[in-house]
């Protein structure tokens, strides 16, 4: 949960860090609102395109593979872009922190589920999720500190920094017990599995229960989701999603900037 969680409030925090960085390079001329909106634009292609790869990634090289890959990318993406020269630069930059950003999201909770009883499976996602959004809170106040004094490059440079932090403490992160069944590394997982047990099990309490194993492996191609089952959960979960993200992205991260140019 630390070294997953960590990560993902990063990601928050480097996603919801446009509001303040646009408005304040509207203000100095760096930009204008054109210019801010093709930010945001390729923001969220990247995540599209971040949250696409990583699971056909994920399931290829493993789920701690693309957890450090993800990070490695947003990280240096996001250092790079307290140097950049131009809003031009900036901007193809946070394509490539987009990418990174938005695996960041599928990864860490697809991570954390495969590590997770499903009976308890709602407690830590519904934990991890507030630590994503609680990087809204926590950007606010660093840019309402941070820039009017070093400026809104150094916002860039703060999370980039705190996401290889992250990414270093991520070596101790093991790899998925599932995935690696999954692709026949039998042993391995058996060994993670018996190190996990040994942690939990008390020195006189009762054994756990014996595993379940499942029959055969489920599909994972793209055509699966279109099966009775999946499709309309599939639908409802999307357009739940697309709402919320629209409201939250397209308010919170404007605002700033509305509020820059009236004032201008």
């Known amino acids: 949960m630390l070294l997953i969680g960590t990560g993902m409030f990063f990601d928050g925090l480097d996603i919801y860090v446009a509001a303040t960085v646009l408005g304040a390079t509207l203000k100095s001329g760096f930009s204008t609102m054109g210019q801010n909106a093709q930010f945001m634009s390729v923001t969220f292609v990247g995540m599209m395109l971040g949250s696409f790869l990583t699971g056909f990634l994920g399931d290829r090289y493993g789920r701690r593979f693309t957890c450090q890959a993800n990070l490695a990318i947003f990280g240096l993406a996001s250092i790079?872009?307290?140097?950049?020269?131009?809003?031009?630069?900036?901007?193809?930059?946070?394509?490539?922190?987009?990418?990174?950003?938005?695996?960041?999201?599928?990864?860490?909770?697809?991570?954390?589920?495969?590590?997770?009883?499903?009976?308890?499976?709602?407690?830590?996602?519904?934990?991890?999720?507030?630590?994503?959004?609680?990087?809204?809170?926590?950007?606010?106040?660093?840019?309402?500190l941070i820039i009017p004094h070093f400026g809104w490059r150094a916002m860039f440079a703060l999370g980039g920094l705190g996401a290889l932090a992250v990414w270093y403490l991520r070596k101790l992160l093991p790899e998925s017990p599932r995935?690696?069944?999954?692709?026949?590394?039998?042993?391995?997982?058996?060994?993670?599995?018996?190190?996990?047990?040994?942690?939990?099990?008390?020195?006189?309490?009762?054994?756990?229960?014996?595993?379940?194993r499942s029959p055969a492996h489920p599909s994972t191609s793209l055509a699966s989701l279109l099966i009775p089952?999946?499709?309309?959960?599939?639908?409802?979960?999307?357009?739940?999603?697309?709402?919320?993200?629209?409201?939250?992205?397209?308010?919170?991260t404007w605002l700033p900037s509305f509020f820059v140019q009236r004032r201008g």
């Open 80 to 144: 790079a872009s307290a140097f950049a020269p131009s809003m031009t630069v900036l901007t193809l930059l946070r394509l490539v922190m987009g990418v990174g950003l938005g695996a960041e999201n599928v990864v860490g909770y697809s991570t954390m589920t495969e590590f997770v009883p499903p009976q308890a499976r709602g407690k830590w996602l519904g934990g991890m999720n507030v630590i994503v959004v609680s990087g809204l809170p926590v950007a606010a106040l660093l840019g309402t």
């Open 179 to 212: 995935w690696l069944e999954s692709v026949g590394r039998t042993a391995e997982a058996e060994a993670l599995l018996q190190s996990i047990e040994s942690e939990d099990s008390l020195p006189h309490g009762p054994l756990l229960p014996p595993v379940t």
């Open 229 to 252: 089952v999946l499709l309309p959960r599939m639908i409802v979960g999307a357009t739940t999603l697309i709402v919320i993200n629209t409201l939250i992205f397209g308010f919170v």
